[in-house]
Nanobody
Framework: QVQLVESGGGLVQAGGSLRLSCAAS????????MGWFRQAPGKEREFVAA????????VYADSVKGRSTISRENAKNTVYLQMNSLKPEDTAVYYC??????????????????WGQGTQVTVSS
């Protein structure tokens, strides 16, 4: 089992920044991919970014590319999502997820076995 706890969400004005954190505990050695997804009201959960625990390779959704950076701190078993130039359309609940395999499936919810409880990000115009 892997437990994930997100933090860092909040209310920010358009153009502002937030850094989300995801602290992992438990059998983290079994997780090779860490991802961030988001879900706005009435919409499906969508991919935001992912990082490989081993290689630090990263991938991003086009909607956040150039504005967001995913990173990891192995010593703390923590993954971060730095979001800049936030837009109202970034408003959503952001979820951290852990998966057993790094690769093309890292873009999709089915590529992850464990999920955090989510943290709300609200961007005002």
């Amino acid at each position: 089992q892997v437990q994930l706890v997100e933090s860092g969400g909040g209310l920010v004005q358009a153009g502002g920044s937030l850094r989300l954190s995801c602290a992992a505990s438990g059998r983290t050695s079994s997780s090779y991919a860490m991802g961030w997804f988001r879900q706005a009201p009435g919409k499906e959960r969508e991919f935001v970014a992912a990082i490989s625990w081993r290689s630090s390779s990263t991938v991003y959704a086009d909607s956040v590319k150039g504005r967001s950076t995913i990173s990891r701190e192995n010593a703390k078993n923590t993954v971060y999502l730095q979001m800049n130039s936030l837009k109202p359309e970034d408003t959503a609940v952001y979820y951290c997820a852990a998966g057993p395999v790094w690769g093309s499936r890292s873009y999709y919810t089915y590529g992850y076995d464990y999920w955090g409880q989510g943290t709300q990000v609200t961007v005002s115009s």
